[in-house]
Nanobody, 120 residues
């Protein structure tokens, strides 16, 4: 089995920063893309940022220049550094990873979600 465990959410004032972490564990053969999605009340879930095994990244236009995604392959962990946070960044953030397990079966896995609230 494969699990994704997230940490780092919380309450922050506008203009503040938070760092999310997501660690993958279990019967992992290879991790392909890792990324973060968010789901705000009344809105559809959206991709925030994604990083591929090559190190290339993509991100939503709304977070470019403010958020940075990175990964530590040795630790099977992906990070999302969020700076200059705005109230509209408030959402539940979900970690996502495309993983091939030791049975060579590949699929997307999801974390449990972590709440990020930006408010004064």
């Amino acid at each position: 089995q494969v699990q994704l465990v997230e940490s780092g959410g919380g309450l922050v004032q506008p203009g503040g920063s938070l760092r999310l972490s997501c660690a993958a564990s279990g019967s992992i053969f290879r991790i392909n893309a890792m990324g973060w999605y968010r789901h705000a009340p009344g809105k559809e879930r959206e991709l925030v940022a994604r990083i591929f095994s090559s190190g290339s990244t993509n991100a939503a236009d709304s977070v470019k220049g403010r958020f940075a995604i990175s990964r530590d392959n040795a630790k099977n962990t992906v990070y999302l550094q969020m700076n200059s946070l705005k109230p509209e960044d408030t959402a539940v953030y979900y970690c996502n990873a495309n993983i091939m397990d030791t049975l060579l079966l590949g699929r997307d896995y999801w974390g449990q979600g972590t709440q990020v609230t930006v408010s004064s």
